[in-house]
């Protein structure tokens, strides 16, 4: 029987090579021939998702350039913990607007980051237009697999994003199942409330290696399920009927003996994992190779690893080799 090739997703677009969350890192992506492109959103003051890992963007923006908004430069608690910068959510769309994106990592990505400052924050809309047409300009069909970033404490501000996510998905005309859209948190709660909202996708549940899901944390305290045992026999028996999947950290699937695949199939659960990469500085000690952090590892060795557990999709952050081999450039006896 032929194996099965994972869908690989273009993670944040194509950031081995572009300013994640770009317009171009997109536009690359989709090039390089992914199944789909993964955005993250958060929100703005007056109510518009933008495409951001972190509602925190000193790192991937020039706002800390801009002296217009020093003030706005201020300590919260996200999800628990205490971070320092600019938070999306004290700004309006339209200040937001003046920015331009930047590198994450420069020290390791050089190449990414001579492409600085050159372009503008994405909204989630201005994203869900892009990959419509990208798949019309490259005859194929390519999904976004939507991923909710920080809903409970963005919620406790005011800024319930289960709707608005709703109302962006409907304008675009990617909430009837026209399209291919897959949603996924590391909370339940957000994807149960848009599952009540209407949205026709598949609901994909992110799992942490360690720790336990904030929406669960502020409910049950200490009572609540960590991620760990949500990936347990018994664990997954608890998500069938509320999501349709879980998505790990590969290091779950990297420890020697892991069934989580294999439990989670036996359940009708789709497995995604994240996240490939082939730099050494990402990749498991045994697979790291001489030369630096940022030079390629062995990450065929570890991506193979992975393959072999039947995974139903992984998530990259350089589509081509992705693309490469997951598609046909491993096999069952590697």
Do not use: C
């Amino acid at each position: 029987m032929p194996r099965k090739s994972p869908l690989v997703i273009g993670h944040r677009g194509a950031p081995g090579y572009r300013p994640e969350h770009s317009r171009s890192s997109y536009e690359l992506a989709l090039a390089m021939g992914v199944d789909a492109v993964e955005p993250d959103v958060v929100a703005t003051k007056d109510g518009v998702l933008v495409v951001r890992h972190e509602n925190e963007i000193s790192g991937t923006t020039n706002v800390a350039d801009h002296p217009e908004f020093a003030d706005r430069k201020t300590t919260k608690r996200i999800d628990g913990e205490p971070l320092t910068g600019w938070f999306t959510e004290d700004f309006t769309w339209g200040e937001l607007a003046i920015l331009r994106v930047r590198e994450r990592l420069p020290q390791l990505r050089a190449s990414s980051a001579s492409f600085d400052d050159t372009q503008p924050i994405l909204r989630l809309i201005d994203l869900l237009d892009l990959v419509r047409d990208g798949s019309r300009d490259h005859g194929r069909e390519i999904g976004v697999v939507l991923e909710v970033k920080h809903a409970t404490y963005f919620k406790s501000i005011g800024l319930d994003l289960a709707p608005l996510i709703a109302r962006d998905l409907r304008a675009a005309g990617w909430a009837d199942g026209e399209l291919p859209l897959t949603i996924e948190a590391f909370e339940s709660t957000v994807l149960r409330q848009l599952r009540a909202e209407g949205v026709f996708a598949s609901y994909i549940y992110l799992i942490e290696a360690s720790g336990r899901p904030y929406d669960q944390l502020v409910a049950h305290g200490r009572q609540a399920l960590t991620y760990k045992a949500t990936v347990t026999p018994q664990g997954l028996d608890g998500l069938v009927g509320e999501v349709d999947g879980i998505s790990v950290d590969k290091r779950m699937l990297l420890i020697a003996g892991s069934t989580i695949v294999q439990d989670a199939h036996e359940r009708g659960l789709k497995v995604f994992t994240w996240t490939a990469r082939p730099e050494n500085s990402f990749l498991s000690a045994e697979f790291r190779t001489g030369g630096g952090k940022q030079e390629f590892g062995d990450y065929e060795s570890e991506w193979a690893v992975i393959a072999r557990t039947g995974v139903d999709g992984v998530f990259v952050d350089h589509p081509d080799l992705g693309v490469a081999f997951f598609r046909g450039g491993w096999s069952l006896t590697d």
